[in-house]
């Protein structure tokens, strides 16, 4: 009876472990799904940071505030009629700059086309097209005589 026993039970593990061995099988595949999954979220979740990192760089730049483009939001600008402004009043870039409290680059880079200006420098901008030849010679020699009082 023992030798029966005995075959008995190395029959029994030699099912359970031709079982394991197949149940091993299966998770081994389950295991491997599962870490090639986690990859790619991983990689998945890089990109969706650099995504964030560069939207918050792009929200962290200064935006004018809404009112100045509400106020400028009736003005528009051409390059050739401010060339040609500037030229009717026989005044240089730098002068025009002065005039405008802006750089000479400035009003180059208008004049060129590489630039436009803000709301706030196109509201100065107006306010000075309303002037006449004779004014804005006044406010000019009133700018020249400034730095030689301060």
Known sequence: M????AQLKTEISRIAKKESRTQAAVLKKAQTTHRAEIADLKRRIASLEAVVRRL???AARPIAPPQEED??????FRADGFASLRKKWGLSAAQMALLLGVSNQSVYHWETGKSKP???QLQAIAA???LGKKEV????????????EA
């Open 137 to 148: 010679a006044a406010r000019l020699a009133q700018h020249a005589t400034e730095p030689a």
């Open 71 to 76: 106020e400028a939001q009736g003005l528009r």
């Open 56 to 58: 918050g760089k792009t």
């Open 128 to 130: 000075v097209r309303k």
């Open 2 to 5: 023992s030798n029966f026993a």
């Open 118 to 120: 803000r709301a706030a």
